[in-house]
């Protein structure tokens, strides 16, 4: 089998790493692809923009590739999906409008109420008179977002009244975020402890990933903007069997149910970012409608079960009987960001000691591009180092030691990544 992965980032990389490591696949072309991804095993980058699908389409055609698997949000919402189904070809990603559960945080809690999905009571609106109005009348911490995609950083978690209606102010003006924040949605702000539950689905029966927690804030303790991602672990221990059940049964079945009754079957990876009260109760924080970045990596990273097989019996609609398998052991993974990210950054410093081959890591590469035979940094996020080890704590040191052995001008990443297992495992 040949097999497309449409991204350059480090869930990318990992898809394309985990798909090159299947007996049954003979290359992966990766669309444009990393330095990680042209350096890795059976891989091959192909310089073509995550947005040209048509230039996607002829690759297949001309490699007889059989199957596609994308991995950013923006072609979801494009329709991607159409396109390739237009040409009678596998593209493993839901459609233009199943992926508005990502694309539009407005239709996700429509979605949500209308189906009895626990979330967040809201308000969506467009007009800033409205937007205070809410603010002052709920009070703080409240919850902030931009209607649509803004790269994982539309979001404010606002301590003050005036924190949120600046935030307010700034997305409506489309001066924080464009037209992604012309509309907002002000949530509730819900007390708990986040995770990441990620599944498969052929448009009826699911099939569960590994948990895994991921860190939004750019600096320790959770402070600072909200980023992409700079860093996540599987498993979670906060998703227990009993969570885990609540999950699926409150969240997952009845979002894949509800997405097939409104005729917008969902096939493809559905991410439920949720939150989990002391008390067990699960709300749903955000839908995703592909794999989650950064973990991607360290579930991936686990992942023993053929993952090309798993797609494509999923795109012909044939996931009911199938498993998945993951190894016992605990992945961590560190993201090494450019400094100043995820706000002004610079890019096109030199990284040295990508070479390390320390045991029981997997350095990942997202903003990271090859110029005159050196990997340099070409973006915010530019390398996850994934740490694995059957005790938690020694798999959480595999990767920090991943990362130090690595350096480039201004690179930043949090010192806490785990943090709240390692609470969990001290009482």
Same mark, same amino acid.
């Given at each position: 089998?040949?097999v497309l992965v449409?991204?350059s980032?480090g869930r990318?990389?990992?898809?394309a790493w985990?798909?090159?490591r299947?007996?049954v696949?003979?290359?992966?072309?990766?669309?444009p692809?990393? &330095?990680?991804t042209?350096n890795e095993s059976? @891989?091959?980058?192909? &310089?073509i923009?995550?947005?040209d699908?048509?230039a996607q389409?002829e +690759?297949c055609?001309?490699?007889?590739i059989d199957?596609?698997?994308i991995g *950013?949000?923006? *072609?979801?919402?494009n329709?991607?999906?159409?396109?390739?189904?237009? /040409?009678g070809?596998?593209c493993?990603?839901?459609?233009?409008?199943?992926? $508005?559960?990502?694309g539009s945080k407005?239709?996700?809690?429509?979605f949500?109420q209308?189906y009895?999905?626990p979330?967040?009571?809201h308000?969506t609106?467009s007009?800033?008179?409205? /937007?205070? #109005?809410?603010?002052?009348?709920?009070?703080?911490p409240?919850?902030?977002k931009a209607n !649509?995609?803004?790269?994982?950083k %539309?979001?404010?978690?606002a $301590?003050?009244n #005036?924190?949120?209606?600046?935030?307010?102010?700034?997305?409506?003006?489309g001066?924080?975020f !464009?037209e992604?924040?012309r509309?907002?949605?002000i949530?509730?702000?819900?007390v708990g402890?986040e995770?990441s539950y990620?599944v498969?689905?052929?448009g009826e029966a699911? +099939?569960?990933f /590994?948990?895994s927690q991921?860190?939004?804030p750019?600096?320790?303790? !959770?402070? %600072?903007?909200?980023?992409g !991602?700079m860093?996540a672990y599987?498993? /979670?221990?906060?998703i227990d069997?009993d969570?885990?059940?609540k999950?699926?049964d409150e969240?997952?079945?009845?979002t894949?149910?509800?997405?097939?009754?409104?005729?917008?079957p969902?096939?493809?990876?559905?991410?439920?970012? +949720?939150?989990?009260?002391?008390n067990?109760?699960?709300?749903?924080?955000e839908?995703?409608c592909?794999f989650?970045d *950064?973990?991607?990596q *360290?579930?991936?990273?686990r992942l023993r079960?053929g993952?090309s097989?798993? @797609?494509?019996?999923?795109v012909?609609g $044939?996931?009911?009987?199938?498993?998945i398998?993951?190894?016992?052991?605990?992945a961590v993974?560190v993201v090494?960001?450019?400094?100043g990210?995820p706000e002004?950054?610079?890019t096109?410093?030199k990284?040295?000691g990508?070479?390390?081959n320390l045991?029981?890591?997997?350095?990942?590469?997202?903003?990271?591009q090859?110029?005159?035979?050196e990997?340099?940094?070409?973006g915010?996020?530019?390398? @996850?180092?994934?740490?694995?080890?059957?005790d938690f704590?020694? &798999?959480r040191?595999?990767a920090?030691?991943g990362?130090e &052995?690595?350096?480039?001008k201004?690179q930043?990443?949090r010192?806490?990544i785990g943090?709240?297992?390692?609470?969990?495992? $001290?009482?």
């Open positions: 089998m040949n449409v991204g980032g990318e990389h990992a898809l985990a798909l090159a299947d007996d696949v003979n290359r992966v072309f990766v669309a692809g990393n &330095a990680g042209a059976k @891989c091959t980058n192909v &310089a923009p995550v947005s699908f048509d389409v +690759l055609k001309r490699e007889r199957l596609t698997i *950013p949000e923006d *072609p979801l919402v329709g991607i999906r159409e396109r390739f189904d237009a /040409a070809l596998k493993f990603a839901p459609s233009r409008k199943a992926a $508005q559960l990502e407005a239709f996700a809690k429509d949500m209308r009895g999905i979330t967040a009571s308000l609106t007009h800033l008179d409205e /937007a205070v #109005a809410y603010i002052e009348e709920q009070g703080s409240i919850v902030v !649509g995609l803004a790269a994982g %539309g979001v404010v978690v $301590q003050t #005036a924190e949120a209606i600046v935030a307010a102010t700034e997305m409506l003006s001066d924080r !464009g992604a924040g509309e907002i949605v949530e509730e702000f819900l402890e995770a990620i498969m689905s052929d699911v +099939l569960p /590994a948990s991921d860190h939004k750019v600096f320790d303790g !959770g402070r %600072g903007p909200n980023t !991602g860093g599987s498993p /979670a221990p906060v069997e969570v885990e059940a999950i699926l969240v997952i079945h009845p894949i149910n509800g997405m097939s009754v409104d005729g917008t969902f096939q493809g990876f559905l991410y439920a970012g +949720l939150m989990i009260s002391k067990k109760d699960v709300h749903v924080v839908f995703n592909r989650g *950064p973990e991607a *360290p579930v991936l990273y079960s993952l097989s798993l @797609c494509f019996a999923a012909n $044939q996931l009911r009987g199938e498993s398998e993951f190894d016992e052991r605990a993974g090494v960001a450019s400094g990210y002004q950054y610079e096109g410093y990284i040295s990508l070479d390390h045991a029981g890591t997997k350095t990942f590469h997202a903003g990271t090859i110029h005159d035979d990997v340099h940094t070409s915010g996020r530019v390398l @996850c180092v994934v740490g694995s080890d059957a704590m020694q &798999a040191q595999r920090y030691e990362v &052995a690595i350096d480039f201004g930043h990443f010192t806490d943090y709240r297992a390692i609470e969990r495992l $001290q009482n």
